[in-house]
């Protein structure tokens, strides 16, 4: 089967990043082919032709390929529930899923895939990423599950010719993002006027803006690097900092309940990205400042709490 050059096959494409990867794509002259795995597409998009598909189900991942004829792959498709992600065996799951698709595409033609990790890959023990420097020692099963995926994935790639980068992604936030989670629920609780809990926040994270995560797996894709990298922001933020600074910039400062809830018992007191082979290999860093992130996504909330129900 031929495919067509410049195409790209996004899946998770209705998803927190993946809905973000679609501009980024656009702007470098892909035609998009992305996947969702709903009842109704999406809205369509300039340059966007939407595929409806379950990469879970029996030759899902093939028909896929089969309909998308790219010549280059961007999974970003995987479990991500909040508070269910971390132990789910739907993590093995998409390990079967995600090397069938990788498969199938290389089979048809493809030519490079970029493939979304996570930090969860690294030692937390160590604090500070670095691609050459911190081992990759998950210890939970999403992490191994990613880690597994990739050292996979690696070995086919060198067997077979394929040129396939893996972005490791760090701590985000967004439009667009499950409001069970941090950023969201904070503002949700805010907007509503009600208390806003979260743990002591004592925590040091590399957390960054959504756009800035999808330009880096575009970016990633579009360059001709092999091998991990981080897509973080490089710089340490406490998660206090986060959430103070929405009760500020939302006003309701007095809402804010820090210490309220108790803090995973796994959570390390420092976990941030090293950068530097990011902006050495393929020339991207991320640009979006934190506090100005933070307000346009309280903004994104207001504007559809205000929305006629």
Request: charged fraction near 20%.
């Amino acid at each position: 089967m031929s495919t067509t050059s410049r195409r790209v096959l996004l899946t998770g494409a209705s998803g927190f990043i993946g809905s973000h990867c679609i501009a980024p794509l656009r702007r470098r002259g892909y035609e998009v082919v992305a996947t969702y795995n709903a009842r109704t597409p999406p809205a369509p998009v300039d340059g966007v032709e939407w595929l409806q598909a379950d990469l879970l189900a029996d030759g899902g991942a093939a028909r896929a390929v089969a309909a998308a004829r790219a010549s280059h792959l961007l999974h970003m498709a995987w479990y991500v529930e909040p508070g269910k992600m971390i132990a789910s065996p739907a993590n093995l799951a998409w390990v079967r899923a995600s090397l069938d698709l990788v498969l199938r595409f290389h089979e048809a033609g493809g030519r490079r895939c970029a493939v979304g990790g996570s930090c969860y890959e690294y030692d937390w023990r160590y604090g500070y990423c670095s691609e050459a420097l911190t081992p990759c020692r998950p210890d939970t099963l999403y992490g191994a599950a990613k880690h597994g995926l990739a050292e996979a994935l690696r070995g086919y790639a060198l067997a077979g010719g394929l040129s396939l980068p893996w972005g490791r992604m760090f701590f985000l936030y967004g439009p667009n993002e499950n409001p069970r989670r941090l950023v969201p629920s904070v503002i949700l609780s805010l907007l509503r006027g009600e208390p806003a809990l979260s743990s002591h926040g004592q925590q040091v994270r590399d957390y960054m803006h959504v756009q800035d995560v999808a330009d880096g797996m575009v970016a990633l894709l579009d360059s001709d690097c092999q091998g991990a990298y981080n897509i973080a922001s490089g710089k340490a933020t406490t998660i206090v900092s986060i959430v103070q600074a929405l009760g500020e910039l939302s006003g309701r400062s007095d809402l804010l309940r820090i210490g309220a809830i108790p803090a995973r018992a796994n959570d390390l007191p420092l976990v941030v990205g090293d950068t530097t082979a990011a902006q050495r290999d393929f020339g991207w860093q991320a640009s979006i400042d934190l506090r100005a992130g933070l307000a346009a996504t309280l903004q994104w909330w207001r504007e559809r709490a205000q929305e006629p129900s």
